[in-house]
């Protein structure tokens, strides 16, 4: 399966938050149930995909 790439038009502060609440959840969900439930999995990856979001996007207005 090929990756689609989703851009999100937010403000760094809307970014931040969106981070915390995803964390916050896989951290919740985590505590509640065994770690490597699906949804646990699922967050985790977005989790990563919104940190790598925010690097590059920081290492590419460095740039500009």
Do not use: C, G
Not at 17 to 29: H, Y
Not at 32 to 43: G, I, M, R, W, Y
Not at 49 to 57: K, M, P, Q, R, T
């Amino acid at each position: 399966m090929r990756r689609s790439i989703y851009h999100l038009n937010v403000t760094d502060k809307q970014m931040q938050v969106l981070q915390n609440l995803v964390k916050q959840e896989r951290q919740r969900l985590a505590a509640d149930k065994t770690p490597a439930t699906p949804l646990v999995v699922a967050l985790k990856n977005i989790q990563k995909a919104l940190d790598n979001s925010v690097y590059f996007h920081a290492k590419h207005n460095l740039h500009n």
